[in-house]
């Protein structure tokens, strides 16, 4: 039993051709919930932008952030939430941050109830998802489109699964950083696709992955 296309396909490639393998879906707390979790929270004046997860090399935050340092620069209104404990990258974000002058732009906020993670969504105008490995699956797609938001990934493993490119959220090539940075731009700027993209998020998530 697997819970992603992606988990079967590697699964299935190590597995004798006679054992049968069956997909269960992964779902989200009933939609409901979410709602009253995120009712009546406005998006912050300032261009927040979220990402979740633990924090460590897998998930790519401190690439991603060491890659964004001048773009965070030219745009001293976007700070970035991240949401997960991991003692030692963390330090090397916050010296990171503070090398560079950005500390007021780069929020460690440390483990967050799962209240707590769909109220930061709700606030934030983007999810972004800099993962580097090729994750079974990835919920995070799934969080933010449940929160109304459309999220910006690199196409990697799972993920390629959970968001459908340009109609529920921008999906990037591996590695490609200036251009990771520049959809995100795109969407900051363009508030008309960004609502576009996530009223359809919210639609794919109700429809594939609710358990309501």
């Known amino acids: 039993i697997v819970t992603s296309h992606e988990l079967a396909r590697h699964v299935g490639q190590k597995l004798r051709s006679e054992i049968a393998l069956s997909r269960i879906p992964n779902g989200l707390e009933d939609l409901s919930v979410i709602d009253g979790w995120t009712e009546g929270i406005a998006q912050t004046p300032q261009s927040d932008l979220a990402i979740i997860g633990m924090l460590n090399e897998n998930k790519g935050q401190l690439q991603f952030l060491e890659a964004a340092v ?63 490995w090729p994750e079974p699956f990835g919920r995070v797609p799934l969080e933010a489109g449940a929160a109304r938001r459309a999220i910006v990934a690199f196409a990697t493993g799972g993920l390629n699964e959970s968001i459908i490119d340009g109609r529920t959220g921008l999906l990037v090539q591996p590695g490609d950083y200036a251009a990771f940075l520049g959809a995100v731009t795109s969407l900051l700027d363009d508030p008309a696709w960004r609502l576009s993209l996530q009223a359809a998020a919210r639609g794919w998530i109700e429809r594939t992955y609710s358990r309501n």
Do not use: C, M
């Not at 330090?91 to 440390?110: F, K, M, V």
């Open 70 to 132: 001048g773009w965070l620069r030219d745009n001293p209104d976007v700070r970035i939430n991240l949401l997960g404990r991991g003692k030692r990258i963390e330090s090397r974000i916050r010296q990171l941050a503070q090398d560079h002058g950005i500390e007021n732009q780069i929020l460690l906020h440390g483990y967050r109830s799962r209240r707590d993670i769909f109220q930061h969504i709700a606030r934030a105008r983007l999810v972004l998802a800099p993962t580097v």
